[in-house]
């Protein structure tokens, strides 16, 4: 028998457990408990959203050869432009080297006529560049700086050979980027400037051809001429 002063302690049933918590809930307890912990997940969602967006996002401030190219894709006109002028320069700096250091007197007068009509048209492109908001180039590219920097190691006969071989060459590639534009081009001034320099663009590509091949008869002429020991 146990004694008589021993209490017995009743393990709380389900109903005095539903009562408790429907006490808590009446007083508030229960929202107050559970409050913060709703609020922190809100907040971890929040920052994981953060995170993942700042992962997507291009860094700030991104540039480079990328950036140019997604330009000339959404403007075709400035890449027009901007090769234009390029181009322009070259012709313009080869030109002036030539009538320096060129021998054959054809050779001469070509490049004279370059520096005399590249150089109008550059400032006729320039004049509509500006109009538009375009910035174009203020030197030769790296392709024609190497080029230059070839020709001026050169003189005489050999100057003359690789100076036409080098306008034909330029003047083939102008001549397509000019048809391109006057049958492509959106900005109607553009357009109609490369529609209006073309036939000149067309008329230095034969020019150039017709003295690179006479230059090349010439020379074969003369290793013909030649004894054959010295051959």
Known sequence: MRPTNMRLTAKPTTITLQIRLAALVASGTLLAMVAPTAQASSDSHQAQGGMLLAQAAPPAGTTGASATTREKVRNPDRGFAEDAATGSMAEIESGKRAQAQASAAPVKSFASQMVTDH???SDQ???LATSKGITLP???DRAHA???EKLGKMQGAEFDREYMKMMVADHKKTVS??????KRGKDPELKNFAAKLLPDLQKHLQ???SIEGDLKKTAT???AKRP???K
């Open 177 to 182: 980027l000019f048809e391109k534009e006057a």
């Open 221 to 223: 002429g003369t290793d």
């Open 119 to 121: 150089t109008m048209a």
């Open 146 to 148: 190497r080029q230059l």
């Open 125 to 127: 492109l320039k004049q």
């Open 138 to 140: 203020g030197s030769p």
């Open 228 to 230: 054959a020991m010295m």
């Open 207 to 209: 020019m150039a051809q």
